[in-house]
């Protein structure tokens, strides 16, 4: 999952929040991590969100759509494109409004700077700044990003020019969102949703 569904698939305090954002940026086991709890409850969600996501048959199948040159990258431009459908069909899934949500996110993670990972401390003031998030709306937005992870690479492992390749599955990788189970799973329901898939698979977070 990408940064939007990470904020969506939190609860709704700063710290969870800011795990759940920044759990990319926090390196091996969670136990002695300089973190207060809630921080690493929320990256503990990031990672049984994407354990969850990366094994899900939905996704599974969507990867399989996309042209054999785009396989090795299919999770992230389905990660972002994710973001993209959530944006656009945010009011199907939370009571309030996108912008009244990212700017209650936004403010939060801000109050909390001092726990930011360090690998989070250049990103983060960029995603707050220039608003990546409801961007993400835009197609156009999704096309520049994942162009821009392509040029910061050594090697372009297949992510420049994606949205070619994407847009003429648009409409059936967006009924492959709306199919998509986690989003609309009740918030209180998530852990023992999560846990229960993490131990069907055999593996922990």
Known sequence: MNYLAHLYLSDPDDAHRLGNLAGDWVKGRLQGQPLPPRVIEGVRRHRAVDSYSDQHPLMLEAREKLPAQRRRVAGIILDMLWDHFLVRHWSDYHPRPLRDFLDDCYAGLDRLQ????????????????????????????????????????????????????????????????????????????LDTHLNQHSTLRGSGC
């Open 114 to 189: 001092p726990y930011w990972p360090p690998g989070a401390q250049r990103a983060l003031p960029r995603i707050i700044e220039e608003d990546w998030l409801s961007a993400y709306g835009d197609l156009d937005a999704v096309a520049f990003s994942l162009d821009r992870i392509a040029r910061r690479l050594r090697r372009d492992p297949g992510l420049a020019g994606a949205m070619q390749d994407v847009l003429p599955l648009y409409a059936e990788l967006e009924a492959d969102f709306l199919r998509f189970d986690l989003f609309r799973i009740p918030h209180q329901q």
